[in-house]
């Protein structure tokens, strides 16, 4: 895989300063316009804030991007046809020198191949409701697992089955920290009602476990709750998913347009509150993230 630094983050990198790797499929595929580009650039303004360097990872011309610049921010987010770039695509994106989104598997790897060690995001892909039919689970799962890089998120997707994704968590060795919290967050909502095994409190907490982590040559996820001011109701929204879910069947609709499906419904379901609860909670993440970053570095927790 041919790396393609941006100038700004090598220099943060080469002299040890804090780097956040952040994803892409949120700009491209996950926000609408003109929300996704504003948010595009939030996230990299909270992520310099904090004292870290952003690197928004994308494909484009051969090569993954470590470090998408303005103009490139600007095409996934206005263009039509931005590939959605998972572990499996790759390859083949790269081979044609196509433009593409990356995923959190697709960021964790390029992030660990380009020594950045943490990663923001929304909410993690995981195991699919229904997944003993259909065998459907996110390939960010072992990516995250198999690559040194800590993943901020909300939790999963409430979409998806939330009890077994940490399970199978567990199983491929991955901690799931609690950050403030002792049960697992559920994107928009705050908690699941699943408690967590692990919690920290800070992010020099966190950057301790981290260490132990990346040490072994995997990674971690540390769950930070959406803001309490912009959660959806846990009754509120399991009772949206649960007819997003049917509308779903009914459709057809399976794979990987599942979750956009399901959450586009939600979203609209809601008055677009899901809309503002997911631009709060990434730009919390993208904070944390940058925060646990700096105190990897040795720097400022903020």
């Known amino acids: 895989m041919r790396l393609r630094v941006a100038p700004e983050v090598r220099s943060a990198l080469e002299a040890r300063r804090p780097v956040v790797a952040l994803e892409s499929t949120v700009i491209a595929h996950g926000l609408p316009r003109p929300t996704n580009l504003e948010t595009a650039r939030a996230l990299e303004d909270e992520v310099r ?14 090569a993954a991007l470590v470090g998408a610049d303005a103009a490139l921010l600007a095409r996934l987010a206005r ?22 989104a990356a995923t959190v598997a697709a960021t964790a790897e390029v992030a660990a191949r380009a020594g950045i060690a943490v990663v923001a995001t929304g909410g993690i892909g995981g195991v699919h409701r229904g997944a003993e039919r259909s065998f459907d689970e996110s390939a960010d799962l072992e990516a995250i697992a198999r690559n040194p890089v800590c993943v901020v998120c909300a939790g999963a997707k409430l979409v998806l089955d939330l009890a077994l994704t940490l399970e199978r968590l567990e199983t491929l060795g991955v901690p799931v920290v609690g950050y403030g919290t002792d049960e697992l967050p559920a994107f928009y909502v705050r908690s699941s009602g699943i408690a967590l095994a692990h919690r920290a409190d800070e992010p020099s907490a966190v950057a301790r476990i981290a260490r132990e982590q990346l040490a072994r040559g995997a990674g971690l996820v540390v769950a930070a709750p959406v ?39 939600l979203g609209e379901a809601t008055s677009g509150r899901s809309l503002r609860a997911n631009v709060a909670l990434l730009r919390r993440n993208a904070k944390i993230a940058a925060q646990i970053a700096a105190a990897l570095s040795g720097g400022a927790t903020g």
Do not use: C, M, Y
Not at 92 to 99: E, F, M, N, S, T
């Open 49 to 62: 804030a904090a004292g870290a360097t952003p690197a928004t990872v994308a494909l484009a011309d051969g």
């Open 79 to 100: 263009e039509e046809g931005v590939a959605k770039v998972s572990l499996r695509d790759l390859a083949p994106v790269l081979a044609r020198g196509g433009l593409g």
């Open 227 to 265: 803001p309490e001011a912009d959660a959806l109701g846990r009754a509120e929204a399991e009772a949206e998913v649960a007819r997003a879910l049917a509308a779903a069947e009914r459709a057809g609709v399976r794979g990987a347009a599942l979750t956009p499906f399901l959450l586009r419904a």
